[in-house]
């Protein structure tokens, strides 16, 4: 690589600058964030990432399905675009790096491309992936993309199709558009994501960089639990068909299972719901989510049928009806080991350690995999913590992820 674009390093007080201006909107107060997708904070942040690229003198765009790019003309004008990025939904009350760092890492990179007049092979884009959370449908934005998203998952989001139809309008987008924001994959040569670790390895290992060499595949699901309304002082407790408990069975029941049978991976009732929802009224529904997840493909089917086995067994045993609505779900993953190499390379290149890991969180990059050769580098989260106001990473941590992104894009897949 010449000398120019190797001596290329991000700007710190900038990128820090940004990321205290982004923190701020949607501030939980407690150092965290709640920016679901579309939401009102989130389409704050979206116009502020907009403005900021703007004002940058980057071309600006907004795709059918609401991703945000902001590009630069680095390489020859037919040239394909290397996506940087990640995205700035939150998880409810989440926490203020996780997607946010990636995003403006990507905006910082393009600036200092630009400023350096550096040229470089591929064109570059900064791109902000809609609901990655999947406050509505994980992964919404970069499926979309991908081609992978379909009339009938738009049909069935996990927040109720009002209120995601809802959300949408809010946003100026349409099942339609989402659906016509599938991009030709010859036009993209390559997609790499900066993220917090969002657990404790990278700390254990003593390691600047995580390069990312596989992503877990993960499914989600509503199960609702059918009983009967009753009195819940006057009839026995052997007459009671208690949705409640069908519920509550089966997390007890479903951690079990994995712990015992599928110790790599991992499942989790995020929430759950009782109707009519009274202190003196037995359940007569209860709604819960299921997300379970597994580093490899054959796991995930596997541990699929045993839940569904055992969900139907809570509801024989009780005399419980029950429903299983799938929500969405994605297949696991291995990065493009040119992607990973490039990432390991530019961490060489500014002496700092890095090791390769697995990841047990959901990204973009596995979407985008499907389509073009896709990399991932994780900085440490202190704690390990993540999904709430505890998620916190060290500014230099920050600083090497940002400088390893910017370098590995510089210097190309
Ligand atoms: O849930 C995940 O793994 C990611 O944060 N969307
Ligand atoms: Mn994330
Ligand atoms: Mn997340």
Redesign the pocket.
């Given at each position: 690589m010449d000398e120019r674009r190797a001596a290329l390093r991000i700007d710190a007080h900038r990128l820090r600058n940004r990321f205290d201006a982004l923190a701020e909107i949607g501030a939980t107060g407690d150092g965290g964030v709640h920016r679901p997708a579309l939401g009102t904070d989130h389409l704050r942040a979206r116009e502020w990432f907009l403005a900021e690229a703007g004002a940058i003198g980057l071309d600006t765009r907004v795709d059918g399905a609401g991703n945000q790019s902001a590009t630069l003309a680095c390489g020859p004008a037919d040239a394909p675009a290397l996506l940087l990025g990640s995205h700035l939904d939150s998880?409810r009350h989440g926490g203020r790096f996780?997607?946010a760092l990636g995003v403006l890492a990507a905006l910082e990179a393009l600036q200092v491309v630009k400023d350096a007049g550096v040229q470089l092979d591929t064109n570059l884009e900064a791109i902000d992936f809609t609901d990655?959370?999947?406050t509505h449908l994980?992964?919404l934005g970069s499926l979309a993309v991908s081609g992978a998203m379909t009339a009938d998952e738009l049909r069935r989001p996990g927040s109720g199709l009002e209120a995601f139809q809802a959300a949408l309008a809010d946003a100026g987008l349409t099942e339609a558009s989402i659906l016509g924001a599938t991009r030709d994959p010859s036009m993209i040569a390559g997609y790499l994501e900066l993220h917090i670790e969002?657990g404790s390895r990278l700390n254990v290992m003593t390691s600047d960089i995580g390069v990312v060499t596989a992503i877990?595949g993960?499914r989600r699901q509503n199960v609702t639990y059918v009983g009967r309304a009753d009195h819940a002082g006057t009839i026995s407790m052997t007459d009671r068909l208690d949705a409640g408990q069908g519920a509550a069975g089966l997390m007890l029941a479903a951690r079990e299972l994995v712990m015992t049978d599928f110790p790599d991976s991992v499942v989790n009732t995020g929430v759950i719901a009782f109707e009519p929802g009274a202190m003196n009224v037995v359940p007569e529904r209860a709604r819960l989510t299921l997300?379970f997840?597994a580093p490899v493909a054959d796991d995930l089917a596997r541990l699929g049928v045993a839940l569904e086995e055992m969900v139907r067994a809570e509801a024989r045993t009780r005399n419980l009806g029950v429903e299983i609505d799938e929500v969405d779900g994605i297949q696991p993953v291995q990065l493009d080991p040119r992607a990973q190499h490039a990432l390991a390379s530019a961490a060489d290149r500014l002496g700092l350690s890095h090791v390769a890991m697995p990841s047990?969180?959901?990204?973009d990059a596995q979407v985008m995999a499907r389509i073009c050769p896709a990399g991932m580098i994780f900085v440490p989260s202190a704690g390990g913590f993540?999904?709430s106001a505890r998620e916190f990473t060290e500014w230099d941590d920050c600083v090497n992820g940002a400088n390893v992104l910017l370098q590995a894009a510089v210097g190309g897949l």
């Open positions: 998880v996780d997607g990655e959370e999947g994980g992964f969002q877990v993960l997300e997840r047990g969180a959901g990204h993540s999904h």
